[in-house]
T-cell receptor, first 111, second 110 residues
Framework: EAQVTQNPRYLITVTGKKLTVTCSQN?????MSWYRQDPGLGLRQIYY???????DKGDVPEGYKVSRKEKRNFPLILESPSPNQTSLYFC??????????FGEGSRLTVL | AQRVTQPEKLLSVFKGAPVELKCNYS??????LFWYVQYSRQRLQLLLR??SRESIKGFTADLNKGETSFHLKKPFAQEEDSAMYYC????????????FGGGTRLMVKP
């Protein structure tokens, strides 16, 4: 089954404690992306990757890092999380038709 | 700069009533627009795209370049249409990024 898998789905952490949200897709898509979803602000792109070892900033990259060492994986790294990074995060990969295929989301709370 | 605006955060209608979710955009190039939907506890998924000119689950959306709009319409709303709807604009740049609107929550009451 084609899917985008994110882990963890839910996480509560404290300010400054490094964390990584993993994202994996099994569709051999070249393009992957991370979004955060906040009430009233919709979805905002954090980072995207056109292919292995190619990553670029989206609209709101501050406080985040990503890596793309393999085509299937695109982890999101918060080196020193802060409360304003409390959000719902979505990973997505892009189909050849151009549409995005989303993961189920990871709800992060930073205390 | 590209921008997508969904003026209504919440739209509440009764079952069987017509529904229109508004979307306006600003983009200097030739726009490619999408509607995505997120049902409760499910992932975001594509509902329709303007270049397909199709009707999905009874929904249609027409691109109006003069008014820079891409409103989503359905003549008779159903309870199962209750969801969060996002309008999105695709940039034809190196990243082919999607810019999303702020979303509209549609509630269809029985």
């Amino acid at each position: 089954e084609a899917q985008v898998t994110q882990n963890p789905r839910y996480l509560i952490t404290v300010t400054g404690k490094k964390l990584t949200v993993t994202c994996s897709q099994n569709m051999n898509h070249e393009y992957m992306s991370w979004y955060r979803q906040d009430p009233g602000l919709g979805l905002r792109q954090i980072y995207y990757s056109m292919n292995v070892e190619v990553t670029d900033k989206g609209d709101v990259p501050e406080g985040y890092k990503v890596s793309r060492k393999e085509k299937r994986n695109f982890p999101l790294i918060l080196e020193s999380p802060s409360p304003n990074q409390t959000s719902l995060y979505f990973c997505a990969s892009k189909r050849s038709t151009g549409e995005l295929f989303f993961g189920e989301g990871s709800r992060l709370t930073v205390l | 700069a590209q921008r997508v605006t969904q003026p209504e955060k919440l739209l509440s209608v009764f079952k069987g009533a017509p529904v229109e979710l508004k979307c306006n955009y600003s983009y200097s190039g030739s726009p490619e627009l999408f509607w995505y939907v997120q049902y409760s506890r499910q992932r975001l998924q594509l509902l329709l795209r303007h270049i397909s000119r199709e009707s999905i689950k009874g929904f249609t959306a027409d691109l109006n370049k003069g008014e820079t709009s891409f409103h989503l319409k359905k003549p008779f709303a159903q309870e199962e249409d209750s969801a969060m709807y996002y309008c999105a604009l695709r940039h034809h740049n190196a990243g082919n990024m999607l810019t999303f609107g702020g979303g509209t929550r549609l509630m269809v009451k029985p």
